[in-house]
């Protein structure tokens, strides 16, 4: 048996403690779930766990079979929301690297490594370059490296923020073999379904400690309340914010019109349809099935063939699903909400960058967007996910598109944060703009969207208003049934 106890750890960031007093005690035997908004220290407590940050104050013991083990960061295995993999290289020299055996010559993986990779089912990626493959992919490749460690702890962080549900549960089945192999296996994930589903006990952090501790009757209800006690969420703009579907003057005209469009490397085919303004459009499918290609191409981030007409010349903005390609970790908060400003927005009379106008942008934009940060001027990498969610859809707004994309705009954000970046989306298209949103989770459809398209197989399978669905579980009905197959050609 493996046994990890944090005694009373602090850690501070200048003025703010990020840790106050934690402890806590973990088995193996079970996979323990740590939920918490963002900025409550789950990050913090995640680096301190694998030793890329030090306690200013506590202990942190790791136990195998009684005895215990010294510097037990060397014991500890990090999957990571964010991909840490090395995309010029293949699957199976990424599975070597740290198991090289020798200075020189070719990288040799380790014998174990056909069986991890087909127990996670991307066996025939093993020789693909992994900036070829996608985020689903690389996700899995991450948590291969990890289960390869010979490690006594697995840190879970947002794991299957990237995956299908049947990936997700195939990853699942993987987390609870571990469990049954005597490791402590921790999950760290907003999706309160996950906890209900394959934890037995989840901690609530808040405030830098273990607040609450829920076993037994695990359920999304007492999270979400232990979640928000003591939270008054502001929403962003509620007050320029009708109710969806409402325009002030009831009109919508085309701001985007695909005809027989087609992903050329076929991940999509013949895809028609029509982007109205003032409105929330999602598309949603399962990975492979070209919604997320989609997506780029009307991003105007993938190439495709076909007619891409924007009738009075709509800019657009677009905002992958990586926030490792949306914010600048190297610049504060400020530069990062005018870091997609031109010229005219950021210089001065003289033509030279006006240090006025940067600082105005940021100190504005934290109001706007309701940035919980310091000030303007604080790294953007000192921020929560949710907040640094905020501040690339924020910098994605300022730069004044006419159609928004951005792909899973709530990934990895914590409740109250999905109400602000929600509300942002529904703010700017009430402004008679246009919004597309790549969605993989049909919550997020309801709360956020007004129409959603499903594609199945490169095609659309089905186009539905949200309003007409009733609810969430019809609603929910609807895409899975259209997520199977393309409707019938004509």
């Given at each position: ?195 209900v589903r394959y ?36 929403r962003v703009a509620a ?252």
């Amino acid at each position: 048996m493996t046994s990890l106890v944090v005694s009373d750890v602090r850690k501070r960031y200048g003025a703010t403690r990020a840790l106050d007093g934690l402890s806590l005690a973990i088995e193996s035997g079970s996979i323990t779930g740590i939920a918490g908004p963002n900025g409550a220290g789950k990050s913090t407590l995640m680096r301190m766990l694998a030793g890329e940050e030090t306690a200013d104050s506590g202990d942190i013991t790791l136990t195998r079979d009684g005895a215990r083990l010294d510097e037990p960061w060397r014991y500890v295995a990090v999957v990571h929301q964010e991909p840490q993999v090395w995309p010029n290289m293949t699957v199976r020299e990424n599975l070597a690297v740290g198991r090289e055996r020798s200075w020189f010559g070719r990288m040799e993986p380790a014998k174990d490594t056909a069986t991890v990779l087909a127990s996670l089912g991307i066996g025939q990626y093993a020789d693909y370059q992994l900036a070829d493959l996608s985020l689903a992919v690389q996700q899995r490749v991450e948590i291969a490296r990890a289960i390869m460690c010979d490690a006594e702890v697995f840190l879970f962080d947002e794991p299957n923020s990237a995956l299908t549900e049947n990936e997700s549960e195939a990853l699942f089945a993987t987390m609870t073999e571990l469990t049954a192999k005597g490791k402590v296996v921790i999950l760290i994930t907003h999706r309160l379904n996950d906890f209900v589903r394959y934890c037995r006990r989840v901690l609530v952090l808040r405030d830098g400690q273990i607040r609450h501790e829920i076993t037994g009757d695990v359920s999304e209800a007492r999270i979400a309340d232990e979640l928000t006690v003591g939270l008054s969420v502001k929403r962003v703009a509620a007050d320029a914010v009708p109710a969806k579907g409402a325009q002030p003057d009831g009109r919508h005209t085309v701001a985007l019109r695909l005809e027989n469009c087609c992903d050329r490397q076929k991940k999509f085919e013949k895809v028609s349809f029509e982007l109205a303004t003032g409105k929330v459009l999602a598309l949603s499918g399962v990975e492979g099935s070209g919604a997320r290609e989609l997506a780029q191409v009307i991003g105007q981030f993938r190439p495709a063939n076909g007619t891409i007409a924007t009738p009075n010349g709509e800019n657009v903005a677009y905002l992958a699903a990586s926030r490792r390609q949306t914010i600048f970790h190297n610049l504060s908060v400020g530069e990062n909400l005018a870091a997609r400003l031109g010229y005219r927005q950021l210089n001065g009379a003289a033509g030279l960058l006006s240090p006025a106008r940067l600082s105005a942008i940021g100190f504005g934009g934290l109001g706007r967007y309701n940035v919980k940060a310091q000030n303007h001027m604080a790294p953007i990498t000192s921020l929560s996910g949710g907040n640094q969610q905020k501040v690339a859809l924020g910098a994605a707004i300022e730069s004044d598109p006419d159609i928004l994309v951005v792909e899973e705009p709530t990934r990895g954000v914590d409740v109250a944060s999905k109400r602000d970046i929600y509300a942002m989306i529904r703010s700017f298209a009430r402004t008679g703009r246009a919004v597309v949103l790549l969605c993989t989770e049909v919550p997020e459809i309801f709360e956020a969207a007004d129409e959603v398209v499903v594609l199945a197989k490169g095609a659309i399978s089905g186009r539905l208003e949200i309003t007409t669905a009733g609810d969430l579980p019809r609603l929910a009905d609807w895409i899975a049934e259209r997520e199977v197959s393309p409707l019938p050609s004509p």
